[in-house]
């Protein structure tokens, strides 16, 4: 009698085993708590540069360097997450896809400077995801591990294996 309250209370329980849920996380959670990107520019006094100023240019130089560079938290490796972004599709099967940067603005990559390593995900899926416009804003959840990845884009500091995508819609309320 025993074994079988054992087996049911075992059955019982793995349903809630198996899904495991995904934390909501926020971008600056990607972030390690002691980095400061801006510490060597506090000098710069770039109001009263141009463009076109060897020093201005030397700065952002320096700037993409360290962004690339840039720190991942240690803590988020193997964390299974949510969090929204707007998708750059990299690569594809058919008209869906199966690999993109995932980024915290619109705009991001896109423009230069690309964010900081720490503030892009290469997210992959092993199966293809639907369709998926560059800059189209959806939930991603999935695994997510520290490994650099260079594309043409950026540096991406995270890998992001995806489980789910859903579009993302802003929780909008009327006044």
Known sequence: ????????LLC?????QAAAP????????LIPKNWDPAKEFRTLDLANMT???PRAIAALQRM????E???????MAGRKVRLP???IPLERKGEEVVEFLLVPYFGACIHTPPPPANQI???VSAKPRGKMRSMEAFWVSGTLEIQRAETAWGAAGYRLRVEQIERYEPDVKAP
């Open 85 to 87: 972004g707007f998708v």
């Open 51 to 53: 463009d076109a100023d």
């Open 121 to 123: 995900i290469h997210a």
């Open 69 to 75: 560079q840039a720190p991942t938290e240690p803590s």
């Open 1 to 8: 009698m025993r074994r079988l309250f054992a087996i049911l």
């Open 12 to 16: 019982a329980t793995l349903p809630l």
């Open 64 to 67: 993409k360097e360290l962004w």
């Open 22 to 29: 995904y934390r909501d996380i926020r971008w600056e959670e």
